[in-house]
């Protein structure tokens, strides 16, 4: 792996699917993103077919974008750590490679899609950066606050759902799929409304960024008894302790859905890191197609994430192949097609592509956006001497 951590790329890697797992919903919905508002709130008491689609987006929901949040975290971590150890100046150039995620995560969402976590990361990724070579109290006394303001949100959002001041469902607009610049427009126009979860997890969000950061310092991908140690107990609470709530708030319907998606969700994230992590440092001989495919599309990931809302787009829109208006009624089967047709295809793609080159597109050209003003910079000083 030329010194990579060997879990490390296969962990982005099933986030990103996974998290596109949460995603596709929205793109197989007929009416696109505010039809799947608008049937946010069906539970498992409407019919069958709304009790398969709550189980199947039960398994995604919140955990996969939980894991990526605590990967983000692990990776501000090895920066960290490659800028201590050359001697440099921390954060310093980090906040450039924030300006540039923010200004990403924008593009995306305008010309994209409306649920674009990018533009959080690069927020969050300020604050966490300049915790990140602090001391173990201070970070814990940030998570601990932060951890305490996120369940006071969640607590707020539950009670009012609960005493009926307050629903999930219909936002009272609608979004077109039948143009793409009509879409663009629309993302301007509810930018507000769109952008608004991911202000509310901001909290959250810093809480696994620390939480990832501390855990690869404590060795937690490690091959070793440590790192095993560790693996372990992420299982047990996030697996053994967070699938059942998970289950719980689930089947209590859709008025727990905040307890459900910013609590129980994060904590079966970290099972997931601890349970996938020890399976990948146990397995000894080469890595296959599936593990080859996974590592490829983490050493990617951008340009994945990005990629595979475009493709989803372009098959299930109106302004491309329009599969959710003539398929989407089928519900499950179909959202569960359409996610293995693009987690295919991502697969594919990202392995024939990393065979080759040693980055994907998008992390190409982000690194020579974030590379370019650095050497500048270097040229002024050697001029200036």
């Known amino acids: 792996m030329g010194g990579r951590i060997t879990a490390l790329d296969v962990l982005r890697g099933v986030a990103i699917l996974g998290t596109f797992g949460t995603n596709v919903w929205v793109f197989t919905h007929p009416q696109g993103a505010s039809g799947f508002l608008?049937?946010?709130?069906?539970?498992?008491?409407?019919?069958?077919?709304?009790?398969?689609?709550?189980?199947?987006?039960?398994l995604a929901n919140g955990k996969f974008l939980g894991l990526l949040s605590i990967m983000f975290g692990i990776g501000l971590a090895i920066q960290h750590a490659s800028a201590v150890r050359r001697g440099q100046r921390w954060p310093g150039w980090y906040l450039w490679r924030s300006a540039l995620l923010?200004?990403?995560?924008?593009?995306?969402?305008?010309?994209?899609?409306?649920?674009?976590?990018?533009?959080?990361?690069?927020?969050?990724?300020?604050?966490?950066?300049?915790?990140?070579?602090r001391s173990s109290r201070a970070q814990t006394g940030w998570m601990v606050a932060m951890g305490l303001l996120n369940l006071a949100v969640v607590g707020l959002i539950t009670v009012a759902l609960l005493s009926g001041g307050t629903t999930t469902g219909d936002p009272g607009f609608v979004v077109t799929t039948d143009s793409w610049w009509g879409g663009v427009q629309d993302r301007v126009t509810y930018f507000a409304v769109f952008r608004a979860e991911g202000v509310l997890v901001l909290p959250l969000s810093a809480v696994l960024f620390l939480a990832g950061a501390r855990l690869f310092t404590a060795g937690a991908l490690e091959d070793s008894a440590?790192?095993?140690?560790?693996?372990?107990?992420?299982?047990?609470?996030?697996?053994?302790?967070?699938?059942p709530l998970n289950v719980a708030t689930t089947l209590a319907g859709p008025d727990w859905f905040a307890v459900d998606r910013y609590v129980c969700a994060p904590l079966v994230a970290f099972g997931l890191l601890g349970g996938i992590t020890a399976l990948v440092n146990r397995m000894r001989a080469e890595p296959g197609a599936l593990?080859?495919?996974?590592t490829a599309v983490g050493r990617s990931a951008l340009t994945c994430y990005v990629g595979q809302n475009v493709i989803a787009s372009a098959l299930c829109y109106q302004w491309g192949l329009g599969l959710a208006r003539r398929w989407g009624h089928l519900g499950a089967p179909f959202t569960a097609g359409?996610?293995?047709?693009?987690?295919?295809?991502?697969v594919a793609g990202a392995s024939w592509w990393m065979r080759r080159f040693p980055r994907g597109p998008v992390e190409a050209l982000w690194d020579l956006a974030y590379r370019a003003p650095q050497r500048r910079v270097g040229r002024a000083r050697r001029v200036g001497r």
């Open 38 to 58: 608008a049937d946010f709130g069906s539970g498992l008491g409407d019919d069958w077919g709304d009790t398969v689609d709550s189980l199947l987006r039960m």
């Open 102 to 133: 923010l200004f990403e995560g924008l593009l995306h969402y305008v010309l994209v899609f409306e649920f674009d976590v990018l533009m959080f990361y690069a927020v969050v990724s300020v604050l966490v950066a300049f915790l990140v070579g």
């Open 226 to 243: 440590r790192g095993a140690r560790l693996q372990r107990r992420l299982v047990v609470w996030g697996l053994g302790v967070g699938v």
């Open 291 to 294: 593990r080859g495919g996974l």
């Open 338 to 346: 359409v996610w293995v047709l693009v987690s295919a295809l991502l």
